[in-house]
């Protein structure tokens, strides 16, 4: 079996499964977030009755982070829905935007769009959140109402998105009927060159594929090549699986997921027993690649799709409106670290917004330093509009109001994972995806942009 079928076999008590299975499977967590916790819950309550308890109140995890900084009033309200329903639920694990549990979130405009405008629990994009807040572990099985849920592929379980009904069938039975996806194998061989990102390694697989070449498989990335790559690194492959139309991403386990999930599980006191998942002799993949990391160059999937894929010394003659880093996919303090390293002592020439995916990325961008400065000012100084409000923000649109959204049809090129029409604001607006490092080379010339170019230091910042 494949490391999919072997974990989807687990949870549904079977020594064997197959591609094309049917089978019920057991929920280790379910996350939902602002966009669909509401619509979760009134299924839930639908067809469950209104006082009906969820299966297991320590295996639901609520975060809001979609439509957070915003002055819309629906957006606010869904907010407000998940806080009456985790106080109602007595649900431990909510990482509310405000400390108060009876409030409700209000814009300061005395804040304005940079500072920080959230207390202490919250925790930022769902996806990012998650392992950080110590809720991914090898071997489970996570369902989440959002489809970069796949992202928690990368620590060795089977992550996938579900919709608000079958999520509000899980918080009800905690169990889901799936059936069992083909698996198709991307060996990893080498290493990446510098100024060659994880960002363009998933991109490279996307445009082999297309955006549609996964549709229900699983994605299994293994090789010796997973060991260059850091937890971030798979994190950034594993998310964009569903850009191919995966059904879920995964990866093997190894010391480093290991020394991840077990830090991340200690310190914030969350489970940490697992049963990791290793590879069978006997795999049977339906489709098969080698990559070769060392030959990767840098990557751009363009206008309209994820598929569209061109290298980024291809692309000179595309003039650019906006620069855009952040994201579950993009937006991680590795990511940044890279963006800087290509930014630092120079100035952008066109609009750049920088979004954090959490408010831990938040703190560990203001206090590692880089020479006299830290990785923050740098980033401030080279005319990068930071803020610390950390979230999706304009990775999918959102409301008018939101920090970087495109209102009017302009070429943004963007370290998020989605550019499909519309997804970043006005439908006329174009969005190119890249890794952070193609990101701040373009922002620097207005024009998408090699950043090998720009490589020149290989020192490193320090953390704080
Ligand atoms: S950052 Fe973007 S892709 Fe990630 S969960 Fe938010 S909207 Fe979705």
């Known amino acids: 079996m494949t490391l999919t079928e072997k974990i989807l076999a687990r949870a549904a008590g079977k020594t064997r499964v197959q591609a094309g299975d049917n089978v019920w499977v057991k929920a280790d967590v ?19 009755g209104k006082d009906a308890k969820v299966w297991d109140r320590n295996k639901v995890v609520i975060i809001p982070d979609h439509y957070i900084f915003t002055s819309d009033s629906k957006s606010n309200r869904n907010v407000d829905i998940l806080r ?14 405000i400390d108060d549990p009876n409030g409700h979130w209000v814009f300061d405009p005395s804040k304005g769009k940079l500072q920080r405008q959230y207390g202490s629990n919250y925790a930022g994009v769902c996806h990012t959140a998650l392992p950080a807040k110590g809720h991914t572990r090898p071997g489970e099985i996570l369902f989440g109402t959002d489809s970069h849920t796949c992202m928690a592929g990368a620590f060795n379980e089977f992550a996938t998105g579900i919709g608000n009904t079958d999520a509000g069938f899980v918080l009800g039975t905690g169990k889901l009927l799936l059936k069992v996806p083909e698996t198709m194998h991307f060996q990893l061989e080498g290493g990446l060159q510098p100024g060659v990102m994880a960002k363009d390694i998933i991109l490279h697989c996307i445009g082999e594929i297309g955006f549609d070449g996964a549709t229900y498989r699983a994605m299994q990335f293994d090789g010796q090549g997973v060991a260059n790559l850091t937890m971030d690194d798979r994190m950034t492959i594993a998310n964009m699986a569903i850009e191919a139309g995966g059904k879920n991403g995964i990866f093997e386990f190894d010391s480093q997921t290991q020394a991840y999930v077990d830090y991340r599980c200690k310190l914030n006191g969350t489970k940490n027993s697992y049963e990791p998942i290793a590879r069978d002799k006997d795999e049977k993949f ?9 030959k ?4 751009v999937a363009c206008h309209p799709d994820p598929g569209q894929r061109k290298l980024a010394r291809e692309l000179g003659h595309i003039q650019l409106d906006r620069a855009y880093i952040g994201s579950c996919t993009g937006g991680k303090t590795s990511d940044f670290l890279e963006f800087a ?17 959490t408010p831990e990325i938040v703190h560990d961008l203001q206090t590692t330093r880089w020479g006299q400065e830290t990785v923050w000012e740098i980033l401030v100084r080279t005319g ?30 963007s370290a998020t994972n989605r550019n499909f029409p519309g997804r970043m604001g006005h439908k006329e607006s174009q969005v190119f995806l890249a890794s952070p490092m193609t990101v701040a080379a373009s922002a620097l010339t207005g024009k998408i942009t090699d950043p090998r170019e720009y490589l020149s230091s290989s020192e490193n910042p320090k953390s704080g």
């Open 286 to 294: 339906v489709y098969e690649i080698t990559v070769n990391l060392s």
């Open 84 to 97: 009456d329903f985790v106080r109602e639920q007595n649900i431990p694990y909510f990482y509310d935007v």
């Open 384 to 413: 990068v509009q930071m803020t610390e409000n950390a979230g999706c923000a304009a990775c999918l649109g959102g409301p008018v109001d939101t920090f970087g959204r495109m209102n009017s049809p302009m070429k943004c090129i």
């Open 30 to 48: 379910l996350m939902t977030h602002d966009v669909c916790g509401p619509g979760t819950i009134g299924v839930f309550k639908r067809e469950f």
């Open 296 to 299: 990767l160059e840098p990557t």
């Open 341 to 357: 390293r290509v930014l630092r002592g120079k100035r952008v020439t066109i609009d750049t917004f920088g979004v954090p995916a």
